[in-house]
């Protein structure tokens, strides 16, 4: 569940694109009024609606899961601040700018600032990030946690290094599709390979206790 409230902000990403680029001189109309005072220039041009529009609503999407989490006294996690912080300074880039390079850029930065986090978060503080988020009744061995661990990094880096292919090798229309089938699909795909691999190995921990 967690994972798919964490794609809500691409999917109204993709939503707001979608609609403003099948509507682009409305689109055009209402981005110059409602965000013309975060606008380079003040006027929003019909084919940098879409991405403006899109980014705004990204940036408030992430915006309101935080709100939403707080209101119901969960916690927030140092990655959703840092979702935040990433939306915040290329969301704002690519609206004042037209230019949809810097919210591309962001998603790639995240992806690999999370990477990092999970990697240095065992050496430098002797936690395992993905311990802490799932590790309540999942039981497994050090060594265990540590090859899920590391098998995140690589996959943050990659998804990472994935989006700027499609995003500089694609048409724009490509890469919001992209992003929101093609990094659902692989995230989900990956999280089953990780479910698989958590059961069996909790099998034969379980099997090798018992003997």
Request: glycine share 10%; charged share 10%; no cysteine.
């Amino acid at each position: 569940m967690k994972l798919l409230f964490d794609f809500f902000p691409v999917a109204f990403f993709y939503a707001a694109f979608q609609f403003a680029k099948h509507n682009k001189e409305l689109a055009a109309q209402k981005a110059s009024e409602w965000f013309g005072f975060m606008v380079s220039g003040g006027v929003v041009g019909p084919n940098e609606a879409p991405t403006v529009i899109a980014t705004v609503v990204v940036v408030v999407a992430i915006m309101g899961q935080i709100v939403w989490l707080w209101a119901r006294g969960k916690k927030i996690g140092t990655m959703s601040w840092i979702t935040l912080g990433a939306a915040l300074v290329f969301g704002g880039a690519t609206v004042w700018f037209h230019n949809p390079a810097f919210i591309k850029w962001k998603f790639s930065i995240v992806y690999w600032l999370m990477a990092t986090a999970f990697w240095l978060s065992p050496r430098l503080f002797g936690k395992n990030l993905l311990q802490a988020m799932i590790g309540d009744g999942v039981k497994l061995s050090d060594k265990g946690w540590h090859g899920l661990n590391l098998a995140w990094v690589g996959f943050f880096y990659f998804m990472g290094i994935l989006n700027l292919v499609v995003a500089y090798n694609f048409s724009e229309n490509t890469w919001f599709n992209f992003k929101l089938f093609g990094s659902m699909g692989l995230t989900l795909l990956f999280a089953l390979a990780q479910a698989l691999y958590l059961a069996r190995h909790m099998k034969s921990e379980t099997s090798a206790e018992d003997a």
